[in-house]
Antibody, heavy 116, light 112 residues
Framework: EVQILETGGGLVKPGGSLRLSCATSGFNFNDYFMNWVRQAPGKGLEWIAQIRNKNSNYATYSVESLEGRVTISRDDSKSSVYLQVNSLRPEDTAIYYC???????WGQGVMVTVSS | DVVMTQTPVSLPVSLGGQASISCRSSQSLVHSNRNTYLHWYLQKPGQSPQLLIYRVSNRFSGVPDRFSGSGSGTDFTLKISRVEPEDLGDYYCLQSTHFPPTFGGGTKLELK
């Protein structure tokens, strides 16, 4: 059974940083690209970052609005993916979801609130 | 980026009735491998999105046959027949043919 679990959310002050983790099981993690998608309160879904697999040289991509502030990484030995977001702004307040490249299975999401 | 235009924004329905949601893309979603990566999701309140239909018309595991997807090129439709209470929520389309993947703005299916 595919399982995806995000952790690491919370309340952060503007300008602060946060590292989200996504632990997976039930599938061959090494075969998949991994994505982060976020959803601001009452809003729609927004893809924000992707990390490809070893065969694709672990290439990373992120949405333009976050470029320079976000780092996505993975640890294949732990079947886990991470999202580091720096210089957080109130508009980064959202639920952050982790999902694999086929966008079929999603985690339950983790809430990040940026407020003073 | 590919813009996904989803309509309507809100869709009042009666239980047992039918619903239809449209998703139009700003460019063709046919991949060079001839597949079309257009998917549909339902997000119930307080939950993560759940995949209903993948690649236009394929029902995901466990999805009832009341849900059907159709379309081609730039024009796609999700139909829900015999709407049940558990079908209420927000529906989203997603294209992953072109990078970056982009979502439609969402459709709220609610009781009339």
């Amino acid at each position: 059974e595919v399982q995806i679990l995000e952790t690491g959310g919370g309340l952060v002050k503007p300008g602060g940083s946060l590292r989200l983790s996504c632990a997976t099981s039930g599938f061959n993690f090494n075969d998949y690209f991994m994505n982060w998608v976020r959803q601001a309160p009452g809003k729609g879904l927004e893809w924000i970052a992707q990390i490809r697999n070893k065969n694709s040289n672990y290439a990373t991509y992120s949405v333009e609005s976050l470029e320079g502030r976000v780092t996505i990484s993975r640890d294949d030995s732990k079947s886990s993916v991470y999202l580091q977001v720096n210089s957080l702004r109130p508009e980064d307040t959202a639920i952050y979801y982790c999902t694999r490249s086929s966008f079929d299975y999603w985690g339950q999401g983790v809430m990040v609130t940026v407020s003073s | 980026d590919v813009v996904m235009t989803q309509t309507p924004v809100s869709l009042p329905v009666s239980l047992g009735g039918q619903a239809s949601i449209s998703c139009r893309s700003s460019q063709s979603l046919v991949h060079s491998n001839r597949n079309t990566y257009l998917h549909w999701y339902l997000q119930k309140p307080g939950q993560s999105p759940q995949l209903l239909i993948y690649r236009v018309s394929n029902r995901f595991s466990g999805v009832p046959d009341r849900f059907s997807g159709s379309g081609s090129g730039t024009d796609f439709t999700l139909k829900i027949s015999r709407v049940e209470p558990e079908d209420l929520g927000d529906y989203y389309c997603l294209q992953s043919t072109h990078f970056p993947p982009t979502f439609g703005g969402g459709t709220k299916l609610e009781l009339k």
